[in-house]
């Protein structure tokens, strides 16, 4: 790796001002590729804005604070405002502070705006991107918790605080940006968050009292044709993708569809695609095929706690070996910022998709309206609402047509393929079950042929569903067709999910039981089952895939399904955790019956008892050696991630795993 011919047409008496800049830059190796632009502007300890800063100089201890929580605003822990300006300074003006999105709302707040609030409360806001380009929204909003609830009718006089939002957000646009960041938050003690898309259903991209590294516009794209990268024996040799952090899924497919090629990307369309998708594992509609995202990495770009911007791969030797095993799959915000992943390339393929969806109702079947019995759920990626006509009134039938639906997923597993699946309670003993089928590479006579039997064997137990036509389609066409839309409003959506292992599909009793756990919690608990059947085995990883700090859960798992509801904005923390205990209590039973396994964090539950296990299985131990080396001042926090048992977030109203709250050592809350 050397920098571009740029930098060699100027007079020699420049060469030194440069000199730091290309100290900073990660060391080369065969599999280096060419940074992106903004990955050219980094710190250095000799760069001037670091020695005229002392906030943003670089550790000289390893020694971490012994102050007992992090800063908060308005103590004399807090950084000055002269600090926060010479930190925008050095951030060429890149600091934001915002308010939470509905303070338009709020009558007396500077931002309060009619027509922005009804743009925000009225769903079209959901129809754009807005939410998504927000420096600190999320798409789960209740840890921040109620200090400022979007509402058209807010109480005059109330005031929109702050709570769980974070008090500054960086726009990055460079690397340098992000190691000011966290030198300054190391140095001062402030605690500080990341945020891409804001995809986060467990409070990790927010904090109160943070400084947010936002780094949704870093969107620098590149194919590679030809790449390589060996260790030993092992070699990787092909196409591949450097992507920017903040590049989502719709830009990845357009993307492909440029070059020719396929990527085993995430689902959604604007899931980010670096960051904690594939620093968690990261599923998407190839993983039974070529396996989950962190499967896919060649290389990483990434800023750490000191500081430092390295770039590791599987030739990375010792002392940072660790890192890029680390990384892929030992979860976000944990051992640093990602600012670039490469990911494998594959040949362009076609896909079938097929939705198969029925219900049962408790009311009369005659309805020619197309309405049901209640409101239909919101519309999931994948899957629609059931016809009348697929509504049927024996609940035998219908849980046995489920049931059968589920096991069969091995089939279409074993050809590449997954099954995306809902089961909806709708109120009055009703409910629906949606679900789409995919299979790559395959015709569509063979796709007919495989599912064929699945759709006999439904009709004979009295659900009336028939095999519709197949069409091949490109992959490329995944994800919303490559639009800068998609389903993006924030939510209160709770989850908790399981790793299903293949043992429970094996055995005829254990899935009987298995199965009859999942239905108690939709039946009886009124919550909604979400389930995705793949199989992202340590044989479809490949090199370097299947040696990784991944959840071993993920390695035997045939289904990640998660029970979940939807919260209502604004309710007390006593009625929270009753709550997580109604949940608890069916999420528990399926626990049961699948001892360890383990549960996928990214879609997991904030409040999970043995999350270091079930989020991270028998590699915990060597994650936690790894953090403690890389981060031993615990510069990098947020809820179950590794070596997070140390610290939590003291809140004032109690909400379970809110982040509206200080950050302090548990000790100190003895």
Same mark, same amino acid.
């Given at each position: 790796?050397?920098?571009?011919?740029?930098?060699?047409?100027?007079?020699?008496?420049?060469?030194?001002?440069?000199?730091?800049?290309? $100290?900073?830059?990660?060391?080369?190796? /065969?599999?280096?590729?060419?940074?992106?632009?903004? /990955?050219?502007?980094?710190?250095?300890?000799?760069?001037?804005?670091? &020695?005229?800063?002392?906030?943003?100089?670089?550790?000289?201890?390893?020694?971490?604070?012994?102050?007992?929580?992090? =800063?908060?605003?308005?103590?004399?822990?807090?950084?000055?405002?002269?600090?926060? +300006?010479?930190?925008?300074?050095?951030?060429?003006?890149? &600091?934001?502070?915002?308010?939470? +999105?509905?303070?338009?709302?709020?009558?007396?707040?500077?931002?309060?705006?009619?027509?922005?609030?009804?743009?925000?409360?009225?769903?079209?806001?959901?129809?754009?991107?807005?939410?998504?380009?927000?420096?600190?929204?999320?798409?789960?909003?209740?840890?921040?918790?109620?200090?400022?609830?979007?509402?058209?009718?807010?109480?005059?006089?109330?005031?929109?605080?702050?709570?769980?939002?974070?008090? #500054?957000?960086?726009?990055?646009?460079?690397?340098?940006?992000?190691? +000011?960041?966290?030198?300054?938050?190391?140095?001062?003690?402030?605690?500080?968050?990341?945020?891409?898309?804001?995809?986060?259903?467990?409070?990790?991209?927010?904090?109160?009292?943070?400084?947010?590294?936002?780094?949704?516009?870093?969107?620098?794209? /590149?194919? &590679?044709?030809?790449?390589?990268?060996?260790?030993?024996?092992?070699?990787?040799?092909?196409?591949?993708?450097?992507?920017?952090?903040?590049?989502?899924?719709?830009?990845?497919?357009?993307?492909?569809?440029?070059?020719?090629?396929?990527?085993?990307?995430?689902?959604?369309?604007?899931?980010?695609?670096?960051?904690?998708?594939? =620093?968690?594992?990261?599923? %998407?509609?190839?993983?039974?095929?070529?396996?989950?995202?962190?499967?896919?990495?060649?290389?990483?770009?990434?800023?750490?706690?000191?500081?430092?911007?390295?770039?590791?791969?599987?030739?990375?030797?010792?002392?940072?070996?660790?890192?890029?095993?680390?990384?892929?799959?030992?979860?976000?915000?944990?051992?640093?910022?990602?600012?670039?992943?490469?990911?494998?390339?594959?040949?362009?393929?076609?896909?079938?998709?097929?939705?198969?969806?029925?219900?049962?109702?408790?009311?009369?079947?005659?309805?020619?309206?197309?309405?049901?019995?209640?409101?239909?759920?919101?519309?999931?990626?994948?899957?629609?609402?059931?016809?009348?006509?697929?509504?049927?009134?024996?609940?035998? =039938?219908?849980?046995?047509?489920?049931?059968?639906?589920?096991? #069969?997923?091995?089939?279409?597993?074993?050809?590449?393929?997954?099954?995306?699946?809902?089961?909806?309670?709708?109120?009055?003993?009703?409910?629906?079950?949606?679900? +789409?089928?995919?299979?790559?590479?395959?015709?569509?006579?063979?796709?007919?042929?495989?599912?064929?039997?699945? #759709?006999?064997?439904?009709?004979?137990? %009295?659900?009336?569903?028939?095999?519709?036509? $197949?069409?091949?389609?490109?992959?490329?066409?995944?994800?919303?067709?490559?639009?800068?839309?998609?389903?993006?409003?924030?939510?209160?959506?709770?989850?908790?999910?399981? $790793?299903?292992?293949?043992?429970?599909?094996?055995?005829?009793?254990?899935?009987?039981?298995?199965?009859?756990?999942?239905?108690?919690?939709?039946?009886?608990?009124?919550?909604?089952?979400?389930?995705?059947?793949?199989?992202?085995?340590?044989?479809?990883?490949?090199?370097?895939?299947?040696?990784?700090?991944?959840?071993?859960?993920?390695?035997?798992?045939?289904?990640?399904?998660?029970?979940?509801?939807?919260?209502?904005?604004?309710?007390?923390? /006593?009625?929270?955790?009753?709550?997580?205990?109604?949940?608890?209590?069916?999420?528990?039973?399926?626990?049961? &019956?699948?001892?360890?396994?383990?549960? #996928?964090?990214?879609?997991?539950?904030?409040?999970?008892?043995?999350?270091?296990?079930?989020?991270?299985?028998?590699?915990?131990?060597?994650?936690?050696?790894?953090?403690?080396?890389?981060?031993?001042?615990?510069?990098?926090?947020?809820?179950?991630?590794?070596?997070?048992?140390?610290?939590?977030?003291?809140?004032?109203?109690?909400?379970?795993?809110?982040?509206?709250?200080?950050?302090?050592?548990?000790?100190?809350?003895?």
């Amino acid at each position: 790796m050397r920098p571009s011919s740029e930098f060699f047409n100027i007079r020699n008496n420049n060469i030194l001002r440069l000199l730091p800049l290309f $100290l900073a830059l990660p060391l080369p190796s /065969e599999s280096s590729s060419t940074p992106f632009p903004f /990955e050219i502007n980094v710190l250095s300890p000799q760069s001037p804005q670091v &020695l005229s800063f002392p906030s943003v100089q670089f550790p000289r201890s390893r020694n971490p604070s012994e102050s007992k929580c992090r =800063a908060w605003p308005n103590t004399p822990s807090w950084p000055s405002d002269a600090d926060w +300006a010479q930190l925008n300074a050095t951030l060429d003006g890149a &600091l934001l502070r915002p308010l939470p +999105a509905a303070a338009a709302c709020y009558p007396g707040n500077p931002q309060q705006n009619s027509t922005q609030c009804n743009f925000l409360t009225s769903g079209q806001a959901g129809q754009t991107h807005y939410w998504l380009d927000n420096p600190v929204e999320t798409l789960t909003t209740w840890p921040a918790g109620s200090g400022c609830l979007l509402s058209s009718n807010v109480t005059a006089g109330r005031n929109c605080e702050r709570g769980g939002w974070p008090e #500054y957000v960086v726009n990055v646009s460079s690397v340098k940006h992000i190691q +000011a960041a966290v030198n300054f938050a190391r140095n001062k003690g402030v605690r500080l968050v990341v945020k891409n898309t804001g995809h986060d259903f467990g409070g990790r991209s927010m904090g109160a009292g943070s400084l947010s590294i936002w780094t949704h516009n870093l969107k620098d794209i /590149e194919f &590679l044709p030809n790449y390589t990268v060996r260790k030993g024996n092992n070699k990787y040799e092909g196409p591949a993708v450097k992507v920017g952090a903040g590049v989502e899924n719709w830009e990845m497919f357009n993307h492909m569809a440029r070059n020719n090629i396929t990527v085993a990307a995430a689902g959604g369309p604007t899931v980010g695609l670096v960051g904690g998708w594939v =620093a968690t594992g990261g599923h %998407g509609s190839l993983t039974s095929k070529y396996g989950l995202g962190s499967d896919q990495v060649l290389e990483v770009s990434v800023v750490t706690a000191d500081g430092k911007f390295l770039t590791v791969g599987p030739d990375t030797p010792e002392p940072d070996s660790d890192l890029w095993w680390a990384l892929r799959g030992g979860g976000g915000s944990t051992f640093g910022i990602i600012t670039s992943v490469i990911f494998k390339a594959y040949p362009p393929i076609t896909t079938i998709s097929v939705s198969l969806n029925f219900g049962l109702t408790g009311f009369p079947t005659n309805n020619t309206n197309n309405t049901y019995p209640l409101p239909f759920p919101r519309r999931v990626p994948g899957t629609q609402a059931p016809p009348n006509s697929n509504f049927i009134t024996s609940p035998q =039938a219908f849980w046995e047509g489920v049931a059968l639906s589920y096991r #069969y997923c091995t089939r279409i597993q074993a050809a590449g393929g997954y099954c995306f699946s809902y089961i909806h309670p709708l109120g009055n003993s009703s409910f629906a079950f949606t679900s +789409a089928q995919s299979m790559p590479n395959i015709s569509a006579a063979s796709a007919a042929s495989l599912l064929s039997p699945l #759709y006999a064997q439904l009709n004979s137990l %009295g659900v009336p569903v028939a095999l519709p036509n $197949l069409t091949e389609s490109s992959a490329t066409l995944y994800a919303g067709n490559g639009r800068r839309t998609g389903s993006a409003s924030p939510a209160n959506t709770r989850y908790r999910s399981r $790793l299903y292992p293949r043992r429970n599909w094996e055995d005829d009793a254990l899935y009987n039981k298995t199965f009859a756990a999942v239905r108690a919690g939709v039946e009886e608990g009124g919550l909604t089952f979400h389930g995705i059947a793949y199989t992202p085995t340590e044989q479809i990883a490949g090199w370097p895939g299947a040696n990784s700090a991944v959840n071993p859960a993920w390695r035997d798992a045939v289904l990640h399904g998660a029970m979940m509801e939807e919260v209502p904005a604004g309710i007390t923390a /006593e009625e929270a955790r009753r709550r997580d205990e109604h949940a608890h209590k069916y999420a528990d039973a399926i626990k049961e &019956l699948t001892l360890g396994a383990g549960s #996928y964090m990214n879609e997991g539950d904030p409040t999970e008892g043995d999350w270091q296990w079930s989020f991270y299985g028998h590699h915990y131990r060597r994650l936690l050696g790894i953090k403690r080396r890389r981060d031993p001042w615990g510069v990098f926090w947020a809820r179950t991630t590794v070596g997070s048992e140390g610290w939590e977030v003291v809140t004032e109203d109690g909400y379970p795993a809110g982040q509206n709250g200080r950050l302090c050592r548990v000790e100190a809350t003895d």
